[in-house]
């Protein structure tokens, strides 16, 4: 079935360092790809999509690009702040459910050190 | 644009006992979703409404899960009798789109 694979954290990073979180996912066809972010307290934001191959979404100094030919998804920021520390979902929209049956990862946790 | 709202924000109950969560969606968004996050672990899907009509709710464990949305606004989760194993995360999200999902805050449960 369709699943979705992320690290494992935590990650522990110091300010202005560069992030990468590794992302692949299992599906047929295109599904929509999605990152997600929760905050300590909150519920689950959309940080960015892609909805087809080689697309990158991208949203506050984060990017990921839809990499069809090695099924991956992966977070990337230049440089994290103290503010990014949360966790971050990987997730899949497959195409043969309508368009909505969304499949997370596990989640990464982020830790941004000062 | 209010969020979602989800009451309470952490509840908790011994064994046994009755427990329901509320959610209050988006104004407009038709599509309801109720997760369990488990600690550690990302959403997983319990039932989704379409409206007022439960379009998927075949992860929902009918025996002691049920859940309703009588408008096709606000909608009620609730277990009876809650067990050790419940205790986790519910989460209510709401969509316009069918696509992005927007997430309320959660209720923690505990049950001891």
Known sequence: ?114 | EAGVVQSPRYKIIEKKQPVAFWCNPISGHNTLYWYLQNLGQGPELLIRYENEEAVDDSQLPKDRFSAERLKGVDSTLKIQPAELGDSAVYLCASSRDKETQYFGPGTRLLVL
């Open chain 1, 1 to 114: 079935g369709d699943s979705v694979t992320q690290m494992e954290g935590p990650v522990t990073l110091s300010e202005e360092a560069f992030l990468t979180i590794n992302c692949t996912y299992t599906a047929t066809g295109y599904p929509s790809l999605f990152w997600y972010v929760q905050y300590p307290g909150e519920g689950l934001q959309l940080l960015l999509k892609a909805t087809k191959a080689d697309d990158k979404g991208s949203n506050k100094g984060f990017e990921a690009t839809y990499r069809k030919e090695t099924t991956s998804f992966h977070l990337e920021k230049g440089s994290v702040q103290v503010s990014d520390s949360a966790v971050y979902f990987c997730a899949l929209l497959p195409l043969n459910t309508g368009g909505f049956k969304t499949i997370f990862g596990a989640g990464t946790r982020l830790f941004v050190k000062a």
